[in-house]
């Protein structure tokens, strides 16, 4: 029997999706993984294998095993938290983050705007950098957030972050779209807010990074997020290993994995609205929109006319109310598509289509897909795409 190859798993920080995307190459290429360096937060010394995959080489002992372990067999880094190197490297598109999110605020009608980190490097970087250039290219300013613990404090100091961060956000203008760094932060963020006496998201919308979904579906507030596709990221790291241990020649550049998209929940799920009587009108087709309502209906419950409502939604959000209408269908349509296993013809029902065509057609020209595939890409990601650098097992036949 052929001897399988020993991969070394050295995490400056865990994930499970990391294991997930690792994992799977590993199974397809019948490698065997040293996992215990990961799951006992411990450094292997005098470790020796065929390849090593690391994630976080900020960490200083991470750094240190890393540099002395990496001219001893192929090392693949995986994301963006490593000082700069000369070592191969597979990460994610931190500036179409930024850009998303920004994207995704001004899709809102929002019209103030921050960024909140607490760490510096690459990432905070490259996120930063991708949210302020989109917003200032449309010609918005963004408030910059970032905790300094100063002399003798410290950047774990949770409460001290939270009551600082809780004062910032209590002096800028509402409502606020509330750009954070990662999901945990996020989180504190929402919690910061509330503890203001802020409500999320009517005076300040939060969105994270990274999609952990435990997390943000139990957070005060469910939180939005930007899932960066850590999964597939670590996935084509080590098919990126398979190919250096095959004694192919290591890339020039690191290769960046686009992201997977942004999931709306309540800590982002309203629109941007100052206007009284656009704010009836919104919500009164929030609490409704799976129904039949005619724009009569929405004018009448706003309070104003027809008129005033088309024009009330075009200065305020730069769309029609119909159009403001079927994003709702729309964004909760897309919300059981990719998060439940309901048929469609219920799907279309429950986001007020009509028909299951009508609904086929508006998702297909708002997503660039059918929802069933959407569906499946979703279910694809636990799997992923079959590679075509195919592994090393499966190069080799059955032998």
């Not at 897309?334 to 065509?357: H, I, N, P």
Request: aromatic share 6%.
């Amino acid at each position: 029997m052929k001897s399988k190859r020993n991969i070394l798993v050295t995490l400056g920080w865990y994930d499970p999706r990391l294991m997930e995307g690792i994992g799977r190459y590993a199974r397809e290429a019948g490698w065997h993984l040293e996992m215990r360096a990961m799951i006992e937060a411990t450094i292997p010394e005098n470790w020796r294998g065929d390849g090593m995959l690391a994630n976080d080489t900020a960490v200083p002992r991470v750094a240190r095993f890393v540099e002395a372990q990496a001219g001893l067999q192929p090392t693949v880094l995986i994301g963006s938290n490593h000082p700069p190197s000369v070592l191969p490297c597979v990460r994610g598109d931190n500036a179409a983050v930024g850009r998303e999110a920004a994207l995704h605020f001004m899709d809102r009608g929002y019209q103030h705007f921050a960024w909140h980190s607490v760490q510096r490097g690459l990432v905070e970087e490259e996120r930063r950098s991708g949210y302020v250039g989109a917003l200032a290219e449309a010609g918005h300013a963004c408030h910059l957030l970032k905790w300094s613990p100063g002399r003798g404090r410290r950047t774990e100091d949770w409460s001290g972050v939270a009551a600082w961060l809780s004062r910032e956000l209590g002096k800028l203008p509402k409502p606020l779209a509330l750009f954070v760094l990662d999901d945990l932060l996020a989180i504190d963020a929402v919690q910061a807010c509330l503890d203001a006496g802020l409500r999320v998201p009517e005076d300040v919308a939060v969105l994270g990074v990274a999609n952990m979904e435990l997390a943000c579906e139990c957070s005060r507030v469910p939180l939005s997020s930007i899932d960066e596709n850590l999964t597939e990221i670590a996935y084509r790291a080590a098919r990126l290993l398979d190919h250096l241990m095959d004694g192919g020649a290591a890339p020039e550049a690191p290769e960046i994995v686009p992201m997977k998209g942004l999931v709306v929940r309540r800590s982002t799920g309203i629109f941007a609205i100052t206007d009284p009587a656009l704010e009836r009108a919104a919500g009164f087709m929030a609490r409704n929109f799976h129904q039949s309502l005619s724009m009569e209906d929405v004018a009448k419950q706003a309070g104003i006319s027809l008129r005033a409502l088309h024009y009330t939604f075009q200065r305020e959000l730069q769309r029609t109310p119909g159009q403001h209408l079927l994003r709702l269908r729309l964004d909760r349509a897309r919300e059981l598509v990719e998060g439940s296993t309901r048929k469609m013809g219920e799907v279309a029902v429950e986001c007020g289509f009509l028909t299951l065509r009508n609904f086929h057609r508006a998702f297909v020209r708002a997503f660039g897909l059918p929802p069933a595939a959407l569906r499946n890409r979703k279910k694809g990601a636990a799997t992923g795409p079959a590679s075509a650098a195919q592994p090393a097992a499966r190069r080799a036949g059955k032998a």
